[in-house]
């Protein structure tokens, strides 16, 4: 008897010191993750409007918190191309209703705010772009070159940032006008995405568009310099300025149909503008190269400014990849840049591309 007593005693002993070291690990992580919610607070200047609302953030972030720690882990181990990071979107992930809508139904009717949503959904795809807008078919004879970089150049902008407004379709049209125009004319000016915001009749402000349309309305209208016509984040009262206006030469501006001709249209034309699928995983991306889970129906819209391949060591195969430049600011991804896999047509990226021919 005495030996199942001591047995038994031992045996409690043994569970309550498993519950209190699953105290303890609690704890510690509590106030872990305490410390890096207000680091990162700090880092990002995130201030809440109200107590509910910072706890629906406040949760989303630890979601996303434990995401990214697992994902690098995959990427640590070499069974991930890319990691991702804590950045200024770790706050707006979408959490299990489960978990939240019993006690912040009001909240969480909506993962972000509008702006927010506006803001990530930018490209109208479901839109149909104008008739005339011919579809560039190159010839498969022509060899490519194995890399392009447009930023060699010295033509390729500085990153911006399109705030919370739905514009990322000025966005890739202007950047990619900017480096056309640089290409022919050797001097690299920043024109106005604001403009075509404001004033492009064929597209709808910050609540989306297509760069093809806004490409006509360039054709025909021209663009001013942003420093005349600065961008503000909102839609306003049309300010163009004829007279200010710097027109161009354009032959055409078209689309592409498919990734070889994209990468025939990089490798000797310039930088195009593309749609994709702005998901979840692409926007937590830090670096390497971009294939993680997204659909293949684009709401976002960006401008590929080269292309590459690097060699996968725990594959044994050659990756091919594109460069491509987004507007949420070079706190984003690689200094605003991304490497989103080639030829696999990743997150939809050859279903809706664009791109524009200027004679000097």
């Known amino acids: 008897m005495e030996g199942r007593s001591e047995m038994f005693g031992r045996m409690q002993a043994e569970k309550f010191l498993l519950v209190l070291c699953a105290v303890i690990a609690c704890v510690f992580s509590s106030e872990f993750l305490d410390q890096e919610w207000k680091a990162w607070k700090a880092k990002h200047d995130k201030e809440y409007s109200n107590f509910r609302d910072e706890i629906f953030r406040r949760k989303a972030w630890e979601a996303t918190w434990q995401k990214v720690q697992k994902h690098n882990q995959l990427a640590d181990q070499g069974l991930s191309r890319y990691r991702m990071a804590m950045n200024k979107f770790a706050d707006m992930q979408v959490l299990n209703p489960e978990a939240t809508s019993a006690y912040l139904p009001e909240i969480y009717a909506s993962e972000h705010t509008p702006e927010e949503r506006s ?11 104008q008739n005339y807008v011919p579809v560039q078919d190159f010839s498969r004879n022509l060899n490519i070159p194995e890399t392009v970089d447009w930023r ?6 500085r990153v911006k940032n399109q705030g919370l407004c739905g514009s990322c379709w000025a966005f890739a049209t202007v950047g990619v006008f900017e480096t056309h125009h640089c290409i022919k004319t050797k001097e690299l000016v920043e024109f106005s995405e604001q403009q075509l915001v404001d004033c492009d009749p064929g597209n709808s402000g910050c609540c989306g568009g297509l760069p093809e349309k806004a490409m006509a309305y360039i054709t ?3 663009v001013m310099q942003a420093k005349e016509y600065e961008y503000s984040e909102k839609q306003h009262q049309c300010l163009y300025k004829p007279d200010n206006a710097v027109n ?3 032959s055409k501006y078209f689309l592409l149909p498919g990734e070889d001709n994209m990468a025939l249209a990089v490798g000797f034309n310039g930088p195009i503008a593309v749609g994709i699928d702005a998901s979840h995983d692409f926007q937590l991306y830090c670096n390497g190269i971009f294939e993680g889970d997204c659909s293949p129906y684009p709401n976002h819209a960006v401008i590929i400014v080269g292309y590459g391949t690097e060699h996968d060591q725990k594959s044994n195969e050659d990756i091919d990849y594109w460069i491509v430049r987004n507007s949420w600011g070079e706190d984003w991804g690689d200094k605003g840049y991304v490497k989103m896999r080639r030829n696999v047509n990743v997150c939809g990226i050859a279903s809706h591309s664009s791109s524009v021919d200027l004679t000097r």
């Not at 060699?152 to 902008?157: F, L, P, R, T």
Request: charged share 30%; aromatic share 8%.
């Open 119 to 129: 803001s990530r959904k930018c490209f109208l795809s479901n839109e149909k772009s």
């Open 152 to 157: 060699d150049s010295k033509c390729v902008g």
């Open 220 to 222: 025909s209208r021209g």
């Open 248 to 250: 161009f030469n354009v």
